[in-house]
């Protein structure tokens, strides 16, 4: 269902870590999934980040969890891409050489997902919550732009998370970008919802132009530059 389908593992990779940390590593976490995927080595060029031991790729949503080499996290970060819509999968190995455990995921543009940022149910980043939240009681949200919109609001709703980063973030919640389950940009609607009501939202003025010392815009002025 929107906003409410689980993390499901579609398989996992494993460093070429010697006597086989790799696959004791995926023992060690506390929520396993039901039936583990099979373990496979890859290569350097896969794997990037040297400390990371291993990764599980994610489906419905697409998505990437990191965790670090032969350790406990300690952290694990959710990191949300914005209006991108991609999954971070370097800053998420990056946290993971780092010794978190991360997780980016797709938020919107995945299956049973609105096709653009509009009306995204907050309980869309509950399941990725709830995983890391049993990797570590050190939990954070990174997101970056419309992510950052999207951590700041989960941080205000969430009590679990003890820190944010926000990477150009936005100081109050503004109109959708792009198209809604519907398949409609306009009306103008929330870029979120939670419990299936739309968050209280800024709409966009599409009659404004930026000014030079309040005559003629900025963008004519360039022009003769």
């Known amino acids: 269902q929107p906003g409410g389908s689980e993390l499901n593992h579609a398989h996992i990779v494993a460093s070429a870590a010697p006597d086989g940390a790799g696959a004791s590593l995926a023992g060690r976490l506390r929520n396993p999934p039901a039936t583990r995927p099979a373990v496979t080595q890859c290569a350097s060029d896969v794997l990037r980040a040297r400390h990371v031991d291993v990764e599980y ?3 419905e949503p697409d998505g990437l969890l990191a965790l670090p080499e ?5 952290c694990a970060v959710l990191v949300l891409s914005g209006s991108s819509g991609r999954v971070e999968v370097d800053r998420v190995r990056l946290l993971a050489a780092r010794g978190a455990a991360a997780l980016s995921m797709r938020w919107f543009g995945d299956v049973h997902q609105p096709p653009g940022i509009c009306e995204v149910p907050l309980e869309t980043f509950s399941p990725a919550l709830d995983r890391l939240s049993s990797l570590s009681e050190h939990l954070a949200v990174m ?3 419309k992510g950052a919109e999207a951590a700041l609001l ?4 969430d009590a679990r998370i ?8 936005s100081s109050v919640v503004w109109a959708n970008v792009g198209p809604g389950i519907d398949d409609a940009q ?4 929330s870029s979120w919802t939670e419990g299936g009501e739309p968050l209280p939202f800024v709409p966009y003025d599409d009659t404004w132009l930026p000014q ?4 003629r815009p900025i963008a004519a002025c360039m022009s003769r530059v």
């Open 154 to 157: 989960l941080a205000r709703r």
């Open 186 to 189: 306009r009306p103008l609607r």
């Open 57 to 59: 790729l994610l489906s």
């Open 162 to 169: 003890r820190a944010v980063a926000a990477l150009s973030p």
């Open 143 to 145: 997101g970056v732009s």
């Open 212 to 215: 030079l010392a309040g005559r």
């Open 70 to 74: 032969n350790e406990d996290p300690r």
